[in-house]
C-alpha cells in the first residue's frame, strides 16, 4: 500500500511539475521549441497519471499546457491575433472544464455487459480525459510545425461537438429518465432474472464471484450480477453468460433490481452489502467465499441475511462459539460444492521420499486480529521442506502484494525455490505460474499442506491428505481451541521449533490420519462423492421456488 501511495505521488508530481515547466519555458522565455517539447511531456505525464489514478483531477495541469501550447502557437505563426487561434483557446478551455464533470456524470450511470443493449454514453464521457490529452497532443504537433490554426481550430471542434453530445444526453437521462427506467431496465425485464449476485470488494477481489459463477449457472435459472465498483465489470463478465450490471447509485440499483426477481446471494459481508438487505421482498442467502477459523468467517453482520448457506456443522459451531447468536433455522448446510473436483485419497501414504507440498501463506488482514500470515518465518519452513526432497508450489493470496513487506518476503522465497530448481531441477511451482492454476488443480498435484489459517485448509480436507497449519500468534495448546480445524492437522509453531516432527507427521508417520476422515465430515458435509454439488443446488433452487406473487422490490 505504501509503494502505492509513492507511485502516484511520483505521477502527480511528474505531471504537474512538467506542465508548469512547460508554462514557464513558453511564456516566459524565447525557447518556444523546448517548451513545446515540455508540453509533449507534459502531456505523457499526465496519461500515465489517469492509468495510476483513475479519476484523477487534471484540470490545472491541462490548463497550463493548453496555455503554454497555445503561447507557442501564436509565436510560431507570428501573424498577430489569429481569430481561429483565439476560438481554438475558447473551445480548449471549455473542455477543459467540462471534462471532469462529465465523466463523474458519465461514471453515476448503470453500465452493463453480456445484455442486447448498449449505453455509448458513459464509456465516451469515461473516455473524454484521454480524448483531450490526445487533442492538447494534435495542437502541439500543429504548432510545432506552424501549421494554420485553423486546423487545430476543426481538430477542437471535433472533440468539443463529441463532449456536447455526451452532456446532452447525460443531462437527457438526469432530468428526462425514461418511464419504468432506462434501456438497461427495459433489457433487464426481457431476461427475465430470478436471482442475482450481489458483489462489492476492493480491487483484486474478484475470485470471491468467479468461484461461485459456475454452481450458479448449475442452478438453471436466469440470474444476474450486479456490482458497486466499475473495475470488476470487465473481468467478471468475462468469466459468465449472465448479464453483469455495474450500478453506482442507490438509483441505479433501483432501476437494475426488476420485478421477477426473488433471491439475492451474497459473497461477503461488504459495507455495501445494505444497499441491496433493504429489499425486503428479496430472500437473501449469505454464501461466503470459503471456509475456515479465521475471525471474519463468524462475523456478527451474517445475522442480517435470511440464509445462511455453510459448508458443514462446524461453521455453525464457529458462530456459538464466537459469541454470536444467530437462529438456527437460518443456517442451511450445503458443503462447499468447488471441492467436488478434488481427487480423494482415501488410503493415507506414508514414507514419501519425494513428495510434493503446496504452502499457501495467506495475507496479513485488514486488522492485527486477522494477521495469520506465515511469510515472515517461512524461509526456514522451505530450507526444510528442500532438505527432505519436496517439490515446492508456493500459491500466496491475491492480496498478499498489498503490504510491500509481504511483498519482499514472498519474492525472497521464489528466489529460494528459483535457485533451488537451477540446482536440482524440481520442478517447483511459484508466482504467475501457481496463480494460473486453480486451487484444485494445486490441490490434485500435491502430497500435502502447509498453510496458515484460511478457507484453503477446508478445501485441502476434502481430499484426505495430510495438512500442516502455521500458529502465528504463539498460543499454544489454546491454538486449537481457538481454530479446531488445526486439531486434525500439524500445528507448525511460529519459531518453527518443531519443524522438524511436523514435518516427520506430514510427510512420513501421518499418525492423524484417521482422524482428518471425521473432522472431514463435520466441516465439509457427508454428502455423497458423485452428487456432492448437489446440495448447494438443491437448497438454493429452494430458495427460488415461488411461494407468492412478488410485486416490484421496494426498499424500506
Given at each position: 500500500?505504501?509503494?502505492d ?9 511528474l ?9 514557464v519555458?513558453?511564456?516566459l ?5 523546448w517548451?513545446?517539447?515540455?508540453a ?12 495510476i489514478?483513475p479519476?484523477?483531477?487534471l ?6 499546457i493548453?496555455?503554454?501550447v ?6 510560431r505563426l507570428?501573424?498577430?491575433l489569429?481569430?481561429a ?7 480548449l478551455l ?17 453500465r ?14 469515461d ?5 483531450l ?8 504537433v ?7 490554426a485553423?486546423v487545430?481550430l ?20 438526469r ?5 419504468g427506467?432506462?434501456a438497461?431496465?427495459?433489457a433487464?425485464?426481457?431476461h427475465?432474472?430470478e ?6 470488494a476492493?480491487p483484486g ?5 468467479t ?9 438453471g ?6 456490482l458497486?465498483?466499475p473495475?470488476f465489470l ?13 450500478c453506482p447509485?442507490?438509483?441505479?440499483l ?6 421477477s426477481?426473488?433471491a439475492?446471494f451474497y ?13 425486503t ?8 467465499h470459503?471456509?475456515?477459523d479465521k475471525?471474519p468467517s ?7 441475511f435470511?440464509r ?12 456459538a ?19 467436488e473436483s478434488?481427487?480423494?485419497r482415501p488410503?493415507p501414504?506414508?514414507?514419501?521420499a ?14 492485527a486480529?486477522?494477521?495469520y500470515?506465515?511469510?515472515?518465518v517461512?524461509?526456514?519452513l ?9 517439490t515446492?508450489i508456493?500459491r ?5 502484494a498489498q503490504n ?5 518476503q514472498l519474492?525472497?522465497?521464489t ?8 540446482r ?6 511459484t508466482?504467475a ?9 494445486c ?11 484460511s ?9 484426505g491428505k495430510?495438512y500442516a497449519v502455521?500458529?502465528m ?25 518443531n519443524?522438524d516432527?511436523?514435518l516427520?507427521g506430514l ?7 484417521e482422524?482428518?476422515?471425521?473432522t472431514?465430515?463435520h ?11 448437489d446440495?448447494f ?8 421456488a ?9 426498499p424500506?
Amino acid at each position: 500500500m505504501r509503494g502505492d501511495l509513492v507511485q502516484k505521488l511520483a505521477a502527480r508530481c511528474l505531471s504537474t511539475g512538467l506542465a508548469v515547466l512547460a508554462f514557464v519555458v513558453v511564456a516566459l522565455t524565447g525557447a518556444t521549441g523546448w517548451g513545446l517539447a515540455l508540453a509533449v511531456a507534459a502531456l505523457a505525464a499526465a496519461a500515465a497519471e489517469q492509468r495510476i489514478r483513475p479519476g484523477a483531477d487534471l484540470v490545472a495541469e491541462t490548463a497550463l499546457i493548453a496555455a503554454a501550447v497555445l503561447v507557442g502557437y501564436s509565436r510560431r505563426l507570428d501573424d498577430g491575433l489569429d481569430p481561429a487561434l483565439v476560438a481554438t483557446a475558447l473551445v480548449l478551455l471549455g473542455l477543459v472544464l467540462l471534462v471532469g464533470p462529465l465523466r463523474t456524470a458519465g461514471n453515476l450511470e448503470i453500465r452493463v455487459a453480456n445484455l442486447p443493449v448498449r449505453s455509448w454514453t458513459p464509456l465516451i464521457a469515461d473516455q473524454l480525459g484521454t480524448a483531450l490529452l490526445g487533442l492538447l497532443a494534435a495542437v502541439t504537433v500543429a504548432a510545432a510545425l506552424a501549421l494554420p490554426a485553423a486546423v487545430a481550430l476543426v481538430a477542437s471542434l471535433l472533440v468539443g461537438v463529441g463532449a456536447g453530445v455526451v452532456a446532452l444526453d447525460l443531462a437527457r437521462r438526469r432530468f428526462r429518465p425514461g418511464a419504468g427506467g432506462g434501456a438497461v431496465a427495459r433489457a433487464l425485464r426481457r431476461h427475465q432474472p430470478e436471482f442475482l449476485l450481489y458483489f462489492s470488494a476492493p480491487p483484486g477481489s474478484e475470485y470471491q464471484v468467479t468461484m461461485w459463477l459456475p454452481y450458479l449457472e448449475r442452478i438453471g435459472r436466469p440470474f444476474m450480477v450486479v456490482l458497486r465498483e466499475p473495475e470488476f465489470l470487465a473481468p467478471i463478465a468475462a468469466a459468465t453468460s449472465a448479464p453483469v450490471v455495474y450500478c453506482p447509485t442507490l438509483r441505479a440499483l433501483d432501476e437494475a433490481l426488476v420485478p421477477s426477481l426473488r433471491a439475492a446471494f451474497y459473497v461477503n459481508h461488504g459495507a455495501k452489502n445494505s444497499h441491496c438487505i433493504r429489499f425486503t421482498q428479496l430472500t437473501h442467502v449469505q454464501l461466503h467465499h470459503g471456509d475456515s477459523d479465521k475471525a471474519p468467517s463468524a462475523n456478527p453482520v451474517s445475522g442480517i441475511f435470511d440464509r445462511i448457506f455453510v459448508a458443514g456443522p462446524a461453521a455453525i459451531d464457529r458462530y456459538a462459539r464466537a459469541g454470536v447468536q444467530i437462529p438456527a433455522e437460518k443456517f442451511v448446510v450445503v458443503g462447499r460444492p468447488q471441492v467436488e473436483s478434488i481427487e480423494v485419497r482415501p488410503e493415507p501414504v506414508r514414507g514419501l521420499a519425494y513428495p510434493t507440498v503446496l504452502y499457501t501463506p495467506t495475507w496479513t488482514g485488514h486488522h492485527a486480529d486477522a494477521d495469520y500470515c506465515s511469510l515472515p518465518v517461512a524461509e526456514e519452513l522451505l530450507r526444510r521442506l528442500l532438505e527432505r526432497g519436496a517439490t515446492v508450489i508456493l500459491r500466496a493470496h491475491p492480496y498478499t502484494a498489498q503490504n510491500p513487506a509481504s511483498a519482499r518476503q514472498l519474492g525472497r522465497l521464489t528466489e529460494l525455490l528459483v535457485a533451488d530448481r537451477a540446482r536440482t531441477g524440481r520442478q517447483h511451482v511459484t508466482g504467475a505460474a501457481a496463480r494460473e492454476l486453480s486451487l484444485t488443480e494445486c490441490v490434485n498435484r500435491s502430497d500435502a499442506l502447509v498453510s496458515d489459517v484460511s478457507g484453503v485448509i477446508s478445501d485441502y480436507l476434502y481430499s484426505g491428505k495430510p495438512y500442516a497449519v502455521t500458529d502465528m500468534g504463539d498460543e499454544g495448546v489454546r491454538f486449537v481451541e481457538h481454530f479446531p480445524l488445526a486439531g486434525a492437522g500439524y500445528v507448525l509453531r511460529r519459531d518453527m521449533s518443531n519443524v522438524d516432527e511436523v514435518l516427520t507427521g506430514l510427510l512420513d508417520t501421518d499418525p492423524l490420519a484417521e482422524s482428518r476422515w471425521a473432522t472431514r465430515r463435520h466441516y465439509l458435509g457427508d454428502f455423497p462423492a458423485e452428487s456432492y454439488a448437489d446440495a448447494f443446488l438443491t437448497a438454493a433452487r429452494r430458495e427460488l421456488a415461488p411461494t407468492q406473487a412478488l410485486a416490484a422490490p421496494t426498499p424500506v
